[in-house]
């Protein structure tokens, strides 16, 4: 038998969950011994050693209260991932509940979800660098097309739906990319790391940090190129940053910074169902592009105004856009020349600018009340997001990325260059929290917390007479819109911490998210229609569990979760011959499921040290049930007679699979050398609302296969200061694809990377 068929994914967590909660609090004690000195930010890390990779928050952290709440470090200096190319499934392998899309390798975009939500660009999670927004906009259109390199962050941080309190009511919660500091023992520290892999890849990543008196500074630039797995999916990309900091007095430090991001992507396109079984890497779009210039820049001010209060203000701002080009039919659609003009068609050119703007205040109290601490940590945020949306359908015939748009003589308005689409979008967004943590006992707190959010969304602009559809009742002119919402959210958090490396915890939340620009005017051209009265979506996060370790040889976070979301958006497949998809609300989902993250290193159960080396054994898995509780399908209004038809009660909600299992194991040495086997599986999901099996002739619809990805890497530190990295992607070559798109960058399937290699070389010095 294959060794590959023989190693199935199983859910074996809920073994070990028993033998964590048959663990007294006597034996759990072992660990207090080995706990760090708290710090000013007040509680303890659980995390399972100094050269751990996976931790949780601390109770506070600066002005933010995490007590009660599920959260996730990764340490990323820790890891043996391929940071080189951002491979998520590798960074993000100790998170459960995770799911991927993985429709390129390049890495460029981010694209995850969690606890069966969508993982479209993030958009359902609050993206955040060192704690301000790096999104496109939060309330219009939350995709995030920047992903930092992960060589040139620290860690990550996860808070799951708890998080729409503190940082805005996304229903997934918040994922904040903290990059390096500057190396406070030197005035000049080096770190270089170069990469290189099948298909032509090269990774250059440099950083240049130090201190100097009061200042201080770190900068980096990273550039990669590479032909891609799939014909036609070549890419370069280039990104730099600075952070120039100066420590004014012991109490009070300013930093500035600078993001910077640009990269020109060759799109493969999608695939039917027949051209993905006969040929995964073959393309139908060779003239295809897309990029995405990006410029954050931020000013962030820290003042500990005495051992009990912390202020913190950071000013930010985005200026970037969103620049596609090329042919967005269905892959049946031939791209091919003209026997008449001997050339290319024109292709469409779908662009956006972004100027956003914003400022959060927070501060943190600690007072104390009836013999006991307490924290009162509130805020305030501004922000105002400005987009401008056009299209063109008569961009230029040629094969490369080119964005220039062309004048024909039967334009209605010369001076647009023949838009079909002309849009602008703004949001103005106030809001106001507070959460106070209490302790009741040394063990027992409890922190209720409320926000309050006013925002006001607008839109403008014309879209030519030939689109107008059912998003466009009024003939292809768009309807000045100005929308205000007010929204109060709330929520309360539990933690009891059983020894002081062990506790249980439990949060509920309620969370928020209006439509979106991008839900009701697409981007890019799809085959789907648009229904103009789509509701916001509303809803809660509820979660708990018990987490900690149990002294150097078992960490653990074992929960369940229940997440409520109301009016979701979704597609609904046309009924009838020739009947186009629908884009609108779908109804109410709710999701359940239970999460588990183990890892256990025997050998530490018996020394701290062996001339062998130590080994653990991890599992981050979840089971997922989410479905809908109610189903609203506009189209019953106009045809009650097919009631059956369009109704979807119990249907699992798309996109949600409901295992996702990651698993390995890493061997390391003397901390000289590590090797890590990793193998993710996700079972099957369903690409729409109304979990079609069949699939469409497009590729837009359908299932989405199970599948089984392994991955090996290692890191030999073979003399101080420089060390080796490298490592086999999907080693098994597993066939598999993870997204079925409506629209940009497919539509259709877009597979998943084959097989790849790869080595590094570091130097620090």
Avoid at 231 to 248: E, I, P
Avoid at 264 to 272: K, L
Avoid at 449 to 478: D, F, Q
Wanted: glycine share 8%; net charge positive; aromatic share 14%.
């Amino acid at each position: 038998m294959n060794l590959f068929a023989r190693l199935r994914p199983r859910f074996f967590p809920l073994p070990f969950l028993c033998f964590l909660l048959l663990q007294t609090p006597s034996v759990a004690q072992e660990v207090e011994k080995n706990e760090p000195k708290e710090t000013k930010e007040t509680g303890i890390r659980v995390s399972a050693k100094k050269d751990s990779d996976r931790e949780t928050m601390n109770e506070i952290e600066g002005t933010n209260i995490y007590s009660g709440k599920k959260s996730e470090v990764i340490r990323l200096d820790k890891t043996n991932a391929n940071l080189a190319l951002n491979q998520t499934r590798q960074v993000y392998a100790k998170v459960p509940g995770i799911t991927i899309w993985e429709n390129e390798g390049s890495g460029i975009q981010p694209g995850i979800g969690a606890r069966g939500l969508s993982p479209n660009r993030n958009w359902e999670f609050n993206t955040r660098q060192n704690g301000y927004d790096i999104a496109s906009d939060m309330f219009g259109y939350p995709e995030t097309y920047f992903n930092p390199p992960m060589e040139s962050l620290e860690k990550i941080q996860i808070i799951r739906g708890a998080a729409a309190l503190q940082y805005g009511p996304q229903f997934g919660g918040m994922i904040n990319y903290v990059t390096k500091k500057a190396d406070p023992t030197k005035p000049v520290k080096v770190e270089m790391k170069n990469t290189g892999g099948s298909y032509a890849t090269f990774n250059s990543y440099t950083s240049v940090s130090g201190t100097i008196g009061q200042f201080s500074y770190f900068v980096y630039y990273q550039n990669r190129s590479s032909d891609g797995w799939r014909d036609n999916s070549q890419y370069k990309t280039q990104t730099g940053f600075v952070n120039l900091g100066y420590q004014a007095t012991d109490k009070l430090k300013i930093s500035l910074e600078l993001s910077k991001s640009n990269y020109e992507s060759r799109q493969a396109g999608g695939q039917t169902d027949m051209q993905y079984w006969e040929n995964s890497r073959a393309s139908q779009r060779s003239r295809n592009w897309f990029s995405a210039p990006w410029n954050m820049p931020a000013l962030i001010v820290d003042y500990e105004q005495s051992n009990s209060a912390r202020f913190n203000l950071k000013l930010f701002g985005l200026y970037g856009e969103r620049n596609s080009v090329g042919l967005t039919s269905a892959p049946t659609t031939l791209d091919s020349i003209s026997r008449t003009s001997l050339a290319y068609s024109p292709r469409q050119i779908d662009r956006d600018w972004y100027r956003n703007y914003g400022a959060e205040a927070r501060q943190i109290f600690e007072y104390s009340m009836l013999d006991q601490k307490h924290s009162l940590s509130f805020g305030l945020r501004y922000f105002n997001g400005n987009t401008d949306r056009t299209r063109n359908p008569n961009g230029t015939t040629g094969s490369e990325y080119d964005i220039k748009e062309t004048v024909l003589p039967d334009c209605i308005d010369g001076t647009n260059k023949c838009r079909t689409v002309e849009l602008r979008f703004s949001t103005l967004n106030y809001a106001a929290f507070a959460e106070n943590l209490f302790r009741i006992t040394e063990k027992l707190s409890i922190t209720p917390g409320v926000r309050y959010e006013w925002i006001r969304s607008t839109a403008s602009g014309k879209v030519n007479e030939k689109l107008a559809s059912a998003s466009l009742p009024t003939g292809g002119y768009v309807v000045p819109l100005s929308v205000d919402r007010r929204q109060l959210l709330y929520g309360v958090g539990a933690q009891y911490n059983v020894t002081k490396a062990t506790n249980f915890y439990a949060n509920y939340s309620r969370a928020y998210r209006p439509v979106t620009y991008a839900e009701l005017y697409a981007p890019t051209a799809t085959l789907n229609d648009v229904d103009p009265n789509m509701k916001d979506q509303t809803g809660y996060n509820a979660d708990g569990g018990y987490r900690g370790k149990v002294a150097q040889w078992l960490q653990f976070d074992v929960g369940v979760f229940e997440l409520r979301y109301n009016n979701r958006v979704g597609q609904l497949p046309g009924v009838y011959p020739g009947q186009k998809n629908l884009q609108t609300n779908v109804g109410d989902s709710l999701h359940r499921g239970v999460e588990a993250y183990v890892e256990i290193n025997p050998f530490q159960m018996i020394t701290d040290s062996t001339p062998y080396g130590s080994i653990s054994f991890f599992t981050s898995s979840s089971n997922i049930n989410a479905r809908f509780v109610r189903w609203e399908d506009p189209r019953l209004l106009t045809d009650p007679t097919n009631a059956l038809a369009y109704y979807r009660v119990g249907r699992t909600v798309e996109n949600a699979p409901s295992q996702i299992h990651r698993y390995g194991f890493t061997y390391s040495l003397n901390q000289t050398f590590s090797v890590t086997y990793l193998v993710s599986y996700t079972s099957m999901a369903y690409s729409d609302a109304a979990n079609t099996t069949w699939p469409s002739a497009n590729g837009q619809i359908g299932i989405i296969p199970k599948y089984t990805v392994r991955d090996i890497s290692f890191k030999w530190n073979f003399h101080e200061g420089f060390s080796l990295n490298g490592g086999i992607n999907n080693f098994a070559n597993e066939k598999y694809f993870t997204r079925r798109a409506g629209g940009y960058p497919g539509p259709g399937i877009l597979p998943g990377d084959g097989i790849f290699y790869y080595l590094g070389l570091s130097a620090v010095f």
